[in-house]
T-cell receptor
Framework: AQSVAQPEDQVNVAEGNPLTVKCTYS??????LFWYVQYPNRGLQFLLK??????LVKGSYGFEAEFNKSQTSFHLKKPSALVSDSALYFC??????????????FGSGTQLTVLP | EAGVAQSPRYKIIEKRQSVAFWCNPI?????LYWYQQILGQGPKLLIQ????????DSQLPKDRFSAERLKGVDSTLKIQPAKLEDSAVYLC????????????????FGPGTRLTVL
């Protein structure tokens, strides 16, 4: 069974500084990996995904993530944080399976707070 | 393009009562998902539909939870009777049916229904 770990419940960073939100995963074979963001009282919004190819994936709002197969990690990064980036971030993994079973497994989330 | 619609947005009930949630997916999306998100946790898949058939309901507590997707469009999720531990946000998501040879399509999430069981 697949699993996702987000080791930090809370990440605080000053506006303008780089940010990193960590994610490690466990899945059989090569995974699909995702980052979602959740603002208060809103559903999850897709940020970016790793399917194949370049290990550095660029997504929405200036976010990027690096797939590291040897470390089974997919950390979310942004060079310069904005106050508006403050939200709850979820990492998710899905095994590369054929057929119709495509269950996403989410981490427990990391609350990012960007301080002005 | 309209997003995934859910109603109600909030619901407060007492334990042992029944409750139902409604979801309207993005037009043309064949796959529909219901997730349960307990406070402080990530979403957990309850059930997945492909058109009007169930693909995966392995984590659905079938003694009290039921879901249907009549006509392969809208879906309802019901809890009967509710327990205190059912307090959570219930998220609906939808995605396109993958083309032959593909095995992934992005899921789009609705705003969720926040259920409080007293």
């Amino acid at each position: 069974a697949q699993s996702v770990a987000q080791p930090e419940d809370q990440v605080n960073v000053a506006e303008g500084n780089p940010l990193t939100v960590k994610c490690t995963y466990s899945v059989s074979g090569n995974p699909y990996l995702f980052w979602y963001v959740q603002y208060p009282n809103r559903g999850l919004q897709f940020l970016l995904k790793y399917i194949t190819g370049d290990n550095l994936v660029k997504g929405s709002y200036g976010f990027e993530a690096e797939f590291n197969k040897s470390q089974t990690s997919f950390h979310l990064k942004k060079p310069s944080a904005l106050v508006s980036d403050s939200a709850l971030y979820f990492c998710a993994v899905r095994p590369r399976v054929s057929g119709s079973a495509r269950q996403l497994t989410f981490g427990s989330g990391t609350q990012l707070t960007v301080l002005p | 393009e309209a997003g995934v619609a859910q109603s109600p947005r909030y619901k407060i009930i007492e334990k042992r009562q029944s409750v139902a949630f409604w979801c309207n997916p993005i037009s043309g999306h064949a796959t529909l998902y219901w997730y349960q998100q307990i406070l402080g946790q990530g979403p957990k898949l309850l059930i997945q539909f492909q058109n009007n058939g169930v693909v995966d309901d392995s984590q659905l507590p079938k003694d009290r939870f039921s879901a249907e997707r009549l006509k392969g469009v809208d879906s309802t999720l019901k809890i009967q009777p509710a327990k205190l531990e059912d307090s959570a946000v219930y998220l609906c998501a939808s995605s396109l049916e993958p083309l032959p040879g593909e095995s992934y399509n992005e899921q789009f999430f609705g705003p969720g229904t926040r259920l409080t069981v007293l």
